[in-house]
Every structure is written in structure tokens, then in C-alpha cells.
Antibody
Framework: QVQLVQSGAEVKKPGASVKISCKAS????????FSWARQAPGQGLEWMGW????????NYAQNLQGRVTLTTDASTSTAYMELRSLRSDDTAVYYC????????????WGQGTLVTVSS | QSALTQPRSVSGSPGQAVTISCTGT?????????VSWYQQPPGRAPKLMIY???KRPSGVPDRFSGSKSGNTASLTISGLQADDEADYYC??????????FGTGTKVTVL
């Protein structure tokens, strides 16, 4: 069965970077793209961007352009999300998802990773 | 890209039907038939309930149905059950390989 397992919670200081992993199993890794979303405490979901696991093509939400990088590693069936220049309002649970065809953000989701940004 | 607009909350008694609206624009919901709905219980990850406006993934009960008219999509839950209580989010493809979520709706079973 399809599973997405994310790395554990992180605590970072303002200005630092964080890199979260999302290990996929149960399907052909390069057959689906990955999307990332985040959810601040008590708030709604915010789409961050997507990355093709086949070509490496990416597209990012405008408000995160320049601070976020999405990548994949087919040799380990893992997707990554790196966010730089962290601010307190980046504190959130970050989710990876496998994109459904042709244009669904997530037909399967990871369990989420809490990133806390605090001095 | 602004979030799609959903009511903050809807409620119903067991067995009743509730409908959640998701209003976007002619650039997202109104332009593409790529609206999805997600169920998110407290403290859990989202789960896909409807995709491509009205299609149900395998395993999702047929009590859940989706539709769209103009710039507004809707999710209807028929025969409301206690374990339907959760937050529900819509999302839409918005062109140029971008996506947008709705503001979220809390469903309460009375």
C-alpha cells in the first residue's frame, strides 16, 4: 500500500533553515509528483509547491519563492522540502503528499512534521 | 492567489445531509474541473474525499458527493455520521501549475 513517512519534529531559530524528508513506498516513485502544504497552529492549509519526481520540475507558491526548494531522490524514493530564512510565522505542521493525476494536490499524505521557529 | 472561501462551520444531526460551499473565481474553480475535497480530523493529516469535482477515491463512502456550478463547488455529506466530524478543505487547480486551498469548514455532528 502507498505510504509517505515524514521526518521528525524540528526546532529552529529565526534565520535558520530546515529540511524535511518524505519517504515514499508502495508504488513506482517517479510515476507521481509531490506536493507540499503547511498548516500554522489553528489555521487552514496553505499550498507551498510541487516537484516532479520524474523530471525534477518545480513550481512554488508566489509568497514562498526564493525561500523554498523542493527536490526528490529516486535512489531512495524520498522527497525533500527545504525552507530558508525561517521566521516565527513559519511555525507550522508541514505535509507532503503524492499528487494524483491529472491535477489533485494529494491522493496520499504524509503524517506531517511540526517545525517550531523560536528564539 | 487568494484562498477559496468556505463557511467557517456547518452542523447537522445524525442522518441529515449537510452541504459545504467553496467559492473561487473564474481563474480557478470556474475555469478548471480540478476541485478536490479533503477531510481532516483534529491532529491528523488530510484525507482525499473527492477529486475532479465529483469523483470518489476507492474506499470513500458514496455518502460523500461533489458538484460545481460556475465559480462555486460543493461537497454534500448525506446520512451524517458521528465520525464525519472533522475539518473539510476544498482545493482547486489555479493555472500555471499552481493550486489553492479553501479556508476550511468545521463540520459538527449534533
Amino acid at each position: 500500500q502507498v505510504q509517505l513517512v515524514q521526518s521528525g519534529a524540528e526546532v529552529k531559530k529565526p534565520g535558520a533553515s530546515v529540511k524535511i524528508s518524505c519517504k515514499a513506498s508502495g508504488y513506482s516513485f517517479t510515476s507521481h509528483a509531490f506536493s507540499w502544504a503547511r498548516q500554522a497552529p489553528g489555521q487552514g492549509l496553505e499550498w507551498m509547491g510541487w516537484v516532479s519526481a520524474y523530471t525534477g520540475d518545480t513550481n512554488y507558491a508566489q509568497n514562498l519563492q526564493g525561500r523554498v526548494t523542493l527536490t526528490t531522490d529516486a535512489s531512495t524514493s524520498t522527497a525533500y522540502m527545504e525552507l530558508r530564512s525561517l521566521r516565527s510565522d513559519d511555525t507550522a505542521v508541514y505535509y507532503c503528499s503524492r499528487m494524483g493525476m491529472p491535477a489533485t494536490i494529494g491522493d496520499y499524505w504524509g503524517q506531517g512534521t511540526l517545525v517550531t521557529v523560536s528564539s | 492567489q487568494s484562498a477559496l472561501t468556505q463557511p467557517r462551520s456547518v452542523s447537522g444531526s445524525p442522518g441529515q445531509a449537510v452541504t459545504i460551499s467553496c467559492t473561487g473565481t473564474s481563474s480557478d474553480v470556474g475555469k478548471f474541473d480540478y476541485v478536490s475535497w479533503y477531510q481532516q480530523p483534529p491532529g491528523r493529516a488530510p484525507k482525499l474525499m473527492i477529486y475532479d469535482v465529483s469523483k470518489r477515491p476507492s474506499g470513500v463512502p458514496d455518502r460523500f458527493s461533489g458538484s460545481k456550478s460556475g465559480n462555486t463547488a460543493s461537497l454534500t455529506i448525506s446520512g451524517l455520521q458521528a465520525d464525519d466530524e472533522a475539518d473539510y478543505y476544498c482545493s482547486s487547480y489555479a493555472g500555471s501549475y499552481t493550486y489553492v486551498f479553501g479556508t476550511g469548514t468545521k463540520v459538527t455532528v449534533l
